[in-house]
Nanobody, 124 residues
Framework: QVQLVESGGGSVQAGGSLRLSCAAS????????MGWYRQAPGKQRELVAT???????????NYADSVKGRFTISRDNAKNTVYLQMNSLRAEDTAIYYC??????????????WGQGTQVTVSS
């Protein structure tokens, strides 16, 4: 089982920056992909960014078009931690941001786990 602890949310004015962190802990064989998703009021949860944390494509990233050039996802594999640097924030970035991990359990099964979410509010 994986546990995800998120931090770094808050309120900021448009044009500002925030950095989210997500630390994974627990008992597992490996963490394969970590990422951030967000859900604004009245909208479906959507992908923000993901990063592959294991294997030959480790370090590969994927971003939603709406955040490309503004957000950067990175990871510290030694700490099982993923970061989301958010720059040039806009009011439409306001949402609850959820950390996600795809991992392989100790019984070799692929599993997914979600963090509890952290609120990001951008005022215009």
């Amino acid at each position: 089982q994986v546990q995800l602890v998120e931090s770094g949310g808050g309120s900021v004015q448009a044009g500002g920056s925030l950095r989210l962190s997500c630390a994974a802990s627990g008992t597992f064989f490996s963490i394969n992909v970590m990422g951030w998703y967000r859900q604004a009021p009245g909208k479906q949860r959507e992908l923000v960014a993901t990063i592959i944390t294991r294997g030959n494509t480790r370090g590969n990233t994927n971003y939603a078009d709406s955040v490309k050039g503004r957000f950067t996802i990175s990871r510290d594999n030694a700490k099982n931690t993923v970061y989301l640097q958010m720059n040039s924030l806009r009011a439409e970035d306001t949402a609850i941001y959820y950390c996600h991990a795809n991992y392989t359990s100790i019984d070799w099964r692929p599993r997914d786990y979600w963090g509890q979410g952290t609120q990001v509010t951008v005022s215009s």
